[in-house]
């Protein structure tokens, strides 16, 4: 996994484990060419690059569902162990947390739903556990991928805009489904229509501004986490690529700074989340 020189070390680390489809006829790194179409690991970025839309980035998948399922796990040990009295230990932690997003959602949504509560604590915990992942040394997962015959391995799913675009969708989807059910098509309509200038002569003008800030919702979330814990990244790379002693100078204070950035990454996309549902529910 030795890089020959810092750049390309860092372009190492910054690339997905990638699995895709090459066409008949490409030339691969190694001088070999594809005799027919086939799914296959790319074996350097540029044939991560050429494999199109259609890649999948396994390790982002990999992680993200080995996130989910450490959450699923962890709240269900505990609600099957929970005790009565003061909690502690674990318990305490979990019921830390409940609290701390009922808070959110209690002070932020303004409907009725009981399915924001469980779904702000499965954002926020979610995308917490994939951040702290970037708290392990950047490079003891990828060496031990690499032992095992992989050439490139990224460990956080937010780290990889195709992991935070995944999530921020699937809220975009939530915001328009309880528009139209809570608004109706034509409550939903006459809104994005009649905002912020209500007069008619203004629709035209009011559905730019509108249909532009309702795009504008899954990209600024997406954007927004992928954009801190990527630089976050990169500066961990660039550590890495110096002295031994200047690591450890640098490393510790850089990584207690992420101690604070990762759970307010987490809170910042949650929130923004209950208030962009809340605005969903709010039929005027």
């Not at 809570?182 to 009649?194: C, H, I, N």
């Not at 997406?222 to 990169?234: H, I, K």
């Not at 200047?246 to 209950?274: E, R, S």
Request: charged share 15%.
């Amino acid at each position: 996994m030795a890089a020959d020189t810092p750049v390309e070390y860092i372009k190492h680390h910054l690339t997905n484990l990638t699995y895709g489809k090459l066409p008949e006829g490409y030339e691969r790194a190694d001088g070999s060419v594809v005799q027919e179409a086939t799914w296959t690991f790319a074996r350097t970025g540029q044939e991560a690059a050429d494999m199109g839309f259609m890649a999948l980035h396994v390790d982002t998948l990999g992680w993200s569902i080995a996130m989910g399922i450490l959450f699923l796990g962890l709240f269900r040990f505990v609600a099957s162990r929970v005790t009565d009295g003061a909690p502690s230990g674990l318990q305490n932690l979990v019921e830390m947390t409940f609290e701390f997003v009922q808070g959110i959602v209690r002070d932020v949504f303004h409907g009725k739903n009981p399915l924001i509560a469980p779904l702000a604590l499965t954002i926020f915990v979610w995308i917490l556990l994939m951040n702290i992942l970037k708290l392990i040394p950047i490079d003891y997962i990828p060496s031990i991928a690499h032992a095992m015959g992989l050439e490139y391995f990224k460990i956080v799913p937010t780290t990889d805009p195709n992991g935070t675009f995944g999530i921020s969708i699937g809220v975009f989807l939530l915001i328009l489904f309880y528009s139209f059910k809570v608004k109706g098509v034509g409550g939903f309509t006459k809104e994005l229509a009649f905002n912020p200038f209500n007069h008619w002569i203004m629709v035209p003008f009011n559905l730019l501004l509108e249909i532009l800030a309702l795009i504008i919702k899954p990209i600024s979330l997406a954007l927004r986490l992928f954009g801190n814990m990527y630089a976050g990244e990169v500066v961990f790379i660039l550590i890495a690529l110096l002295p031994l002693w200047v690591q450890w100078t640098l490393n510790v204070p850089w990584a207690i700074f992420h101690i604070l950035v990762i759970p307010l990454q987490a809170f910042i996309f949650t929130v923004l989340t209950v208030v962009y549902l809340s605005a969903a529910h709010e039929d005027h």
